[in-house]
């Protein structure tokens, strides 16, 4: 919203959400929104969902499985899919075996809401986390298999819904980046992460992140502002740098420009968020 009603706004948020109210940024000649070719684009990070490997919530890992099963849900909702090389290698993992569990292709998904709410024996299942992840969490909530599960997707961020997972307030975390040693030493837990992962449980939980797809991150700015139709206005790298770390102007990033030398006005997540711990 900031970045439509602002002049100078500039902002770092998801390329699945698009506006007229502002441009998408290429970035050292990548534009995050047309590439077919995510690997080519610095921005971009994997979105998982978590559960506790240690106790797994069987209803919880089927629902993972008839997520990544029919993964045009992530393609929908404007996120980049896993390759089916990658979705193969994830779903045999031993904790998932998805082959073993429910197949999202063969049932009717018609009024699963409306059937759930008069079956008092149904489940209720939380899946807390993510705002990135969240319209995925809500459009696979809605197909999911069974009406004897339904699952509560709620937006809260990343940094919240690995630590509900941890402190077993939720059955599902959704998150826009990996597991961090600070997630265990929030709960004064001695277990090593490395790289996302750890065999150390924390309060007898071993989260597990499972990689549902792929964001790719924009770099967004006001249709109307003057750097726009700057000649120079060419991004790269340094030039983020320049402006979300060493505080440059926007005459020194878009020499020039008809900015004159006031400061860029940021738009940037919180610190639960993915997002942020990303930048």
Known sequence: VGVGVAPLAFVLGSAGFQSNAFQV???NGVNPVTTNFPSSYFFTRPLYKYFDKANPNEEAVDYICALLEADS????VGYVPLSKDEKDSI?????????FRVNPTGVQFIN?????????DANILSIIGSSTVYPVSLAAARVFPST?????????????GIRDVIASATDIGAASRALKQSDYTGFDCTGVVTDGQTNEPCQGVLPLGVQIGTDNLAVIINKGHAAVASANFFFTMQNLLDIFVNGLTWSQVVPGSQCGNSAPILFVPDVNSGTHDFM
Do not use: K, R
């Open 25 to 27: 940024m290429t970035i």
């Open 73 to 76: 849900t992530v393609e929908a």
């Open 91 to 99: 779903m045999e993992v031993p904790e998932l075996l998805c082959e």
């Open 112 to 120: 699963v809401f409306l059937e759930m709410s008069f079956c008092q």
């Open 148 to 160: 004897m599960s339904v699952f509560v997707p709620a937006s809260t961020g990343s940094s919240i």
